[in-house]
């Protein structure tokens, strides 16, 4: 999976996607999502690394099904969070 953070003064937002997903873009539900490689494709890493990290963040955008699963299974989303847009599971978590 990837991952890519961006720190502001007020908050810390994850992009995290499964790899084979950079550079797709999926369409359903009326939404659209651009899996773009500026905005998600950062550091390659492992299922605890994306999990220590979403633990940190105050906001996330979580995109694919390894990485969905990940977030699930550390409690960062539930599974109520996450949506299917054109068949890839797609969540954002908030922290306030």
């Not at 890519?4 to 007020?10: A, D, N, R, T, W």
């Not at 960062?76 to 954002?92: E, F, L, N, Y």
């Amino acid at each position: 999976m990837y991952i890519k953070i961006y720190e502001s003064e007020l908050s810390i937002l994850l992009a995290v996607c499964d790899r084979e997903l950079i550079g797709k873009t999926v369409q359903g539900c009326g939404l659209k999502l651009e899996i773009s490689e500026d905005f998600y494709k950062g550091e390659l890493v492992d299922i605890p690394q994306v999990q220590a990290v979403l633990m940190e963040v105050t906001t996330a955008n979580i995109t694919g099904e390894r990485s969905i699963e990940a977030a699930i299974s550390c409690g960062a989303i539930d599974t109520d969070s996450v949506m299917d847009i054109g068949g890839v599971p797609h969540a954002q978590m908030f922290r306030v």
